[in-house]
């Protein structure tokens, strides 16, 4: 294993099989691939793909048919290194009759964790995961965003060095999604590596540092997010405050050049930036109201009562 790999899979393959011993599925295929100490990596591939089956062979809740996986520096079958891993399960099987606490003080039971470092922990994850209004409600109240709160603060009870998150951001709307990729870029701040799954393309984009693209069990791409998606031969230029006649000039040059100008207009922000802001000043402004007739315009401030 390289000095700071935290997950390294040689030919790590996977075959389901029947009763009977007969191949169903090849759901994985020769897998070679690193994850260092640090890094948010990316697992992502359609349905079916293999992802989740990547994961549980690193678990050593299934045997590889082929291959071999070493997590932080042990072979995957050994479950004991489990208890320095957090894992959110695509569904999380939680006790609907617990609330909050009592969930993850139960989980820091299962490990151990003393009582006063049990409630010093059950505080600042509640806190974190932002269910705090929420802290004294049984889960089976809980709405899909909440559960998945709640599956990652129990993934993160027992402060684990490498945290796999199978679809963290599922369910989740645009706030929560925010606050989540938070959490994950304040998990790498702090050293621990983070490996996700998820088919949220923008949400894997804004927080991995690189990714592995899977696809009918075979690896097909492995890299920084930056270098995949940079377009090599074309080049963006940003100015402010250029007026028509500078405009004009610099299609003139890149024409004198021989360039082929693909677009020149004003960048867009995302929609998730979009959504956010206006969800802030409705919060800041309650009352302001968008009128349909006055697209483009600003939000008109409601009419102020006489009486
Ligand atoms: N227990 C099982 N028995 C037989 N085949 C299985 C089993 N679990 C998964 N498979 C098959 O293995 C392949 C990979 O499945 P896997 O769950 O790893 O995919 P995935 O990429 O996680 O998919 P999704 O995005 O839908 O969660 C699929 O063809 C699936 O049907």
């Given at each position: 294993?390289?000095?700071?790999?935290?997950?390294?899979?040689?030919?790590?393959?996977?075959?389901?099989?029947?009763?009977?011993?007969?191949?169903?599925?090849?759901?994985?295929?020769?897998?070679?691939?690193?994850?260092?100490?640090?890094?948010?990596?990316?697992?992502?591939?359609?349905?079916?793909?293999?992802?989740?089956?990547?994961?549980?062979?690193?678990?050593?809740?299934?045997?590889?048919?082929?291959?071999?996986?070493?997590?932080?520096?042990?072979?995957?079958?050994?479950?004991?290194?489990?208890?320095?891993?957090?894992?959110?399960?695509?569904?999380?099987?939680?006790?609907?009759?617990?609330?909050?606490?009592?969930?993850?003080?139960?989980?820091?039971?299962?490990?151990?964790?003393?009582?006063?470092?049990?409630?010093?922990?059950?505080?600042?994850?509640?806190?974190?995961?932002?269910?705090?209004?929420?802290?004294?409600?049984?889960?089976?109240?809980?709405?899909?965003?909440?559960?998945?709160?709640?599956?990652?603060?129990?993934?993160?009870?027992?402060?684990?060095?490498?945290?796999?998150?199978?679809?963290?951001?599922?369910?989740?709307?645009?706030?929560?999604?925010?606050?989540?990729?938070?959490?994950?870029?304040?998990?790498?701040?702090?050293?621990?590596?983070?490996?996700?799954?998820?088919?949220?393309?923008?949400?894997?984009?804004?927080?991995?540092?690189?990714?592995?693209?899977?696809?009918?069990?075979?690896?097909?791409?492995?890299?920084?997010?930056?270098?995949?998606?940079?377009?090599?031969?074309?080049?963006?230029?940003?100015?402010?405050?250029?007026?028509?006649?500078?405009?004009?000039?610099?299609?003139?040059?890149?024409?004198?050049?021989?360039?082929?100008?693909?677009?020149?207009?004003?960048?867009?922000?995302?929609?998730?930036?979009?959504?956010?802001?206006?969800?802030?000043?409705?919060?800041?402004?309650?009352?302001r109201?968008y009128l349909p007739e006055r697209e483009g315009e600003q939000p008109t401030?409601?009419?102020?009562?006489?009486?």
């Amino acid at each position: 294993m390289t000095t700071d790999a935290v997950i390294e899979t040689r030919n790590l393959t996977k075959v389901y099989r029947d009763f009977w011993g007969r191949k169903k599925v090849d759901a994985l295929k020769s897998l070679n691939l690193t994850v260092q100490r640090g890094e948010i990596f990316g697992l992502l591939g359609p349905n079916g793909s293999g992802k989740t089956t990547s994961i549980k062979l690193l678990l050593g809740l299934l045997f590889p048919s082929n291959g071999e996986a070493l997590v932080l520096g042990k072979p995957a079958s050994d479950v004991a290194k489990n208890e320095r891993i957090g894992y959110l399960p695509e569904e999380s099987y939680l006790y609907r009759f617990l609330n909050a606490e009592e969930t993850l003080d139960f989980y820091g039971r299962l490990f151990d964790i003393s009582g006063k470092e049990r409630r010093k922990r059950i505080d600042s994850l509640i806190q974190q995961v932002g269910l705090n209004r929420a802290r004294k409600r049984v889960l089976k109240e809980y709405s899909k965003g909440m559960t998945r709160r709640i599956g990652v603060a129990q993934a993160l009870i027992n402060d684990p060095e490498l945290i796999l998150l199978d679809e963290p951001t599922s369910g989740l709307d645009p706030l929560g999604t925010r606050e989540m990729k938070d959490l994950i870029r304040s998990l790498r701040d702090e050293g621990k590596t983070v490996v996700l799954c998820s088919h949220l393309l923008a949400d894997v984009q804004d927080v991995c540092d690189r990714i592995a693209i899977l696809h009918q069990g075979e690896l097909k791409e492995l890299g920084r997010v930056s270098d995949l998606l940079s377009i090599q031969d074309m080049t963006e230029i940003k100015v402010g405050g250029l007026s028509d006649e500078a405009k004009e000039e610099i299609r003139q040059v890149v024409a004198r050049h021989n360039g082929n100008l693909v677009s020149m207009g004003h960048p867009s922000t995302t929609l998730e930036d979009l959504f956010l802001k206006i969800i802030r000043e409705s919060e800041a402004h309650p009352g302001r109201r968008y009128l349909p007739e006055r697209e483009g315009e600003q939000p008109t401030e409601p009419p102020v009562s006489s009486n």
